[in-house]
Nanobody, 125 residues
Framework: QVHLVESGGGSVQAGGSLRLSCVAS????????MAWFRQVPGKDHEAVAA????????YYADSMKGRLTISHDNAENTLSLQMDNMNPEDTAMYYC??????????????????WGQGTQVTVSS
């Protein structure tokens, strides 16, 4: 059974930075997608960034490009997301997700069968 555990959320002032982490366990595939989504109450999940493990392939949401750095540690099975120059619109619950490497679209949340419990990020002005 795949298990994803997020950490690193919290409160930050506008212009500040946060680093989120997600540890994956139970994934039997050698290569798979890991991604970050975020959600605010009453809205759909929004894709933030994704990384194909054991590769250099990564994607970022256009609206956040330039403020994000996604990385993956194969040895630790850990996905990290560095968010810089944050603003109040970044306030959301951030979720880690994973899916098999084949098929799907990186930003389509329905393509991800495995999800973490989420970590809250709050940015104050």
């Amino acid at each position: 059974q795949v298990h994803l555990v997020e950490s690193g959320g919290g409160s930050v002032q506008a212009g500040g930075s946060l680093r989120l982490s997600c540890v994956a366990s139970g994934v039997t595939d050698n290569r798979y997608w890991m991604a970050w989504f975020r959600q605010v109450p009453g809205k759909d999940h929004e894709a933030v960034a994704a990384f194909l493990t054991r590769s250099t392939i990564k994607y970022y949401a256009d609206s956040m490009k330039g403020r994000l750095t996604i990385s993956h540690d194969n040895a630790e099975n850990t996905l990290s997301l560095q968010m810089d120059n944050m603003n109040p619109e970044d306030t959301a619950m951030y979720y880690c997700a994973a899916r098999p490497a084949k098929g799907g679209i990186w930003h389509r949340h329905g393509d991800y069968p495995w999800w973490g419990q989420g970590t809250q990020v709050t940015v104050s002005s």
